[in-house]
T-cell receptor
Framework: KNQVEQSPQSLIILEGKNCTLQ??????????LRWYKQDTGRGPVSLTIMTFSENTKSNGRYTATLDADTKQSSLHITASQLSDSASYICVVSDPMDSNYQLIWGAGTKLIIKP | DGGITQSPKYLFRKEGQNVTLSCEQN?????MYWYRQDPGQGLRLIYY???????QKGDIAEGYSVSREKKESFPLTVTSAQKNPTAFYLC??????????????FGPGTRLTVL
């Protein structure tokens, strides 16, 4: 069964520091990979979307990278702010699934401390 | 959360009761979705609809029912047949329901607790 695994499960960093979140997937081939940000008790919001041919995509202080050979993606957050405290979810689109195609990771919970 | 609203935000239900969760969107999107989120797990698809008067089962449709009589509305009923209904329920919509290209926009969610 295709899977999306995220690490670490949770992470605590100080405000102003950088951090990198990891996403490993088994879906192959895949159409695209997305990163969502989910504030506690809210719905997820899309941050980036990358096709299999893209290596990097930025959205402000968020930069997603993709290595299709190793089936890994990372989300790098630069100069973290308190508002970055949230869960970050990796989602992979599986084009071989004829019914529905999104495989969601469990997320990494990021806590930014002042 | 864009133009998607879910109500209520918190819902309490006694065992054996059916409850209906509301989801409305004013984004003029064709497709709508219901997901369930449990701690430590990825979102799981319950039902989705790509057009009015049509909907499809997702991974975990047992114990749930939906209707899509209007483009703007996609209510979810959690029936007494759902064995473990306590969870956070998320509604989403997208332009046309193309899984590989559409971005899904989510509502604020409803937290259902069975007492």
């Amino acid at each position: 069964k295709n899977q999306v695994e995220q690490s670490p499960q949770s992470l605590i960093i100080l405000e102003g520091k950088n951090c990198t979140l990891q996403c490993n997937y088994t879906v192959s081939p895949f159409s695209n990979l997305r990163w969502y940000k989910q504030d506690t008790g809210r719905g997820p919001v899309s941050l980036t979307i990358m096709t299999f041919s893209e290596n990097t995509k930025s959205n402000g202080r968020y930069t997603a990278t993709l290595d299709a050979d190793t089936k890994q993606s990372s989300l790098h957050i630069t100069a973290s702010q308190l508002s970055d405290s949230a869960s970050y979810i990796c989602v992979v689109s599986d084009p071989m699934d004829s019914n529905y195609q999104l495989i969601w990771g469990a997320g990494t919970k990021l806590i930014i401390k002042p | 959360d864009g133009g998607i609203t879910q109500s209520p935000k918190y819902l309490f239900r006694k065992e054996g009761q059916n409850v209906t969760l509301s989801c409305e969107q004013n984004l003029n999107h064709d497709a709508m979705y219901w997901y369930r989120q449990d701690p430590g797990q990825g979102l799981r698809l319950i039902y989705y609809s790509q057009i009015v008067n049509d909907f499809q089962k997702g991974d975990i449709a047992e114990g749930y029912s939906v209707s899509r009589e209007k483009k703007e509305s996609f209510p979810l009923t959690v029936t007494s047949a759902q064995k473990n209904p306590t969870a956070f329920y998320l509604c989403a919509s997208s332009i046309e329901g193309a899984w590989d290209t559409d971005t899904q926009y989510f509502g604020p969610g409803t937290r259902l607790t069975v007492l």
